[in-house]
């Protein structure tokens, strides 16, 4: 295309171009927009803002709200099995305490004799005992049940009761020194205190 063609396509475009606005904007009404776009940025800001923290305050709220739920339904499942569990370990001493007594149970000659082979069939019930025992306990772990370990160790008021107090020389004061009853921890609390015999030193005189 020469200069001439590129002189006629131009003189066409402006011919078609639309005519310029009749009112000319000036200055001072320029920034009179500016300054009120920039105040309707600010207040939409503002707005946003608040609506963020109304947000964040009901997320909060609703928060505390599934937190309080949470607990008050741990709290009516504790209460609701507690009874449940004390039973069953009161169930697992009525079971130990039966095999304690059979397996401490030593006959004169004269009973061995007149039980014969019954003296046999009385110890392979014990050990059948034993061994439920044994299942029973594995199943209290299932449940989340743990045993307190108190022989030997020093005296937890939080987790003991001393239902008996022994003075034995060769022991530290507040030794536990034997168990009377097994106690139980459930979910890291005491579901019943053991109850121990705890060593007490007298102060001398």
Not at 88 to 105: E, F, H, N, P, Y
Request: hydrophobic share 45%; glycine share 6%; charged share 35%.
């Amino acid at each position: 295309m020469d200069n001439e063609a590129l002189l006629q396509a131009f003189q066409r475009l402006l011919a078609e171009a639309p005519e310029p606005p009749g009112e000319e904007i000036g200055l001072a009404r320029l920034f009179t927009e500016l300054a009120a776009l920039r105040t309707e940025v600010h207040a939409e800001g503002r707005q946003a803002k608040d609506a963020l923290e109304l947000l964040r305050q009901s997320l909060e709220t609703l928060e505390r709200q599934c937190d309080h739920l949470d607990q008050a339904a741990e709290l009516q499942r504790r209460q609701i099995l507690e009874p449940i569990l004390l039973e069953l370990v009161d169930l697992r001493d009525r079971l130990a305490m039966g095999i304690d007594g059979l397996s401490c149970w030593r006959p004169n000659w004269f009973r061995r004799l007149l039980l014969g082979r019954e003296l046999d069939r009385l110890k392979a019930v014990v050990e059948g005992q034993r061994l439920t025992l044994e299942r029973f306990d594995q199943w209290l772990l299932g449940l989340g049940l743990r045993p307190i370990d108190a022989l030997g160790n020093p005296f937890e008021p939080e987790r003991m009761r001393a239902a008996e107090i022994v003075h034995r020389a060769d022991l530290d004061d507040e030794t536990v020194v034997a168990e009377l009853r097994r106690g139980y921890l459930w979910q890291g609390r005491v579901l019943r205190p053991a109850e121990v015999a705890v060593n007490r030193i007298d102060e001398p005189k």
